[in-house]
């Protein structure tokens, strides 16, 4: 079984700065990967970025990073140059190849 | 291909009565999945497919709940006998494995309100 915790409900970031999200998981399985998806009010989940538990390497997409520390569990999302269209909910999950296990997420708003 | 189609995308039904849910998924990906959401929640898994396999089910699916994937493309979700508590963003997703990052993609979903 997986268990995934957002322990940050509500995030906010002035336009161009930089925020990070937090998460942490728990997990039994060897081989498993971690995503964060962006849930805007339109409701469609969407893919920010994923990381394999196997690659020590950080994941990047453009402005956004995952600060991914295996042993202590943790899998944080950076945001840089924040923008208005960052504004969502933002869940980190996590898969061991079949199902995704879900955070509660965390409501991210973008000051200009 | 324009991605994962559900249909309705929001229902409002009378307790006690029966709801049916579509899910399209993208058309190259063999595997099927059903989440449930609620207000402030994030989702929560409810079963998934393999082509026409169902392989898991979560102990959130009642007997009330039954999902089929036919001929292992579209697949539906009922609700039998619906319930206040059943109110909530049902949402579908499809990936293709084995592919290396079982990337899952989101349906728009379907909010069920129970009245």
């Known amino acids: 079984a997986q268990t995934v915790t957002q322990s940050q409900p509500e995030m906010s970031v002035q336009e161009a700065e930089t925020v990070t999200l937090s998460c942490t998981y728990d997990?039994?399985?060897?081989?498993?990967?971690l995503f964060w998806y962006k849930q805007p009010p339109s409701r469609q989940m969407i893919l920010v970025i994923r990381q394999e538990a196997y690659k020590q390497q950080n994941a990047t997409e453009n402005r956004f990073s995952v600060n991914f520390q295996k042993a202590a569990k943790s899998f944080s999302l950076k945001i840089s140059d924040s923008q208005l269209g960052d504004a969502a909910m933002y869940f980190c999950a996590a898969s061991s190849g079949d199902k995704l296990t879900f955070g509660t997420g965390t409501r991210l708003a973008v000051r200009p | 291909d324009t991605g994962v189609s559900q249909d309705p995308r929001h229902k409002i039904t009378k307790r006690g009565q029966n709801v049916t849910f579509r899910c399209d998924p993208i058309s190259e990906h063999n595997r099927l999945y059903w989440y449930r959401q609620t207000l402030g929640q994030g989702p929560e898994f409810l079963t998934y497919?393999?082509?026409?396999?169902?392989?898991?089910k979560s102990r959130l699916l009642s007997d009330r709940f039954s999902a089929e994937r036919p001929k292992g493309s579209f697949s539906t979700l009922e609700i039998q006998r619906t319930e206040q508590g059943d109110s909530a963003m049902y949402l579908c997703?499809?990936?293709?494995?084995?592919?290396?990052?079982?990337?899952?993609?989101f349906g728009q979903g379907t909010r069920l309100t129970v009245v």
């Open positions: 997703a499809s990936s293709l494995v084995p592919s290396g990052s079982t990337e899952a993609f």
């Open positions: 497919f393999q082509n026409e396999a169902q392989l898991e």
């Open positions: 997990t039994s399985e060897s081989d498993y990967y």
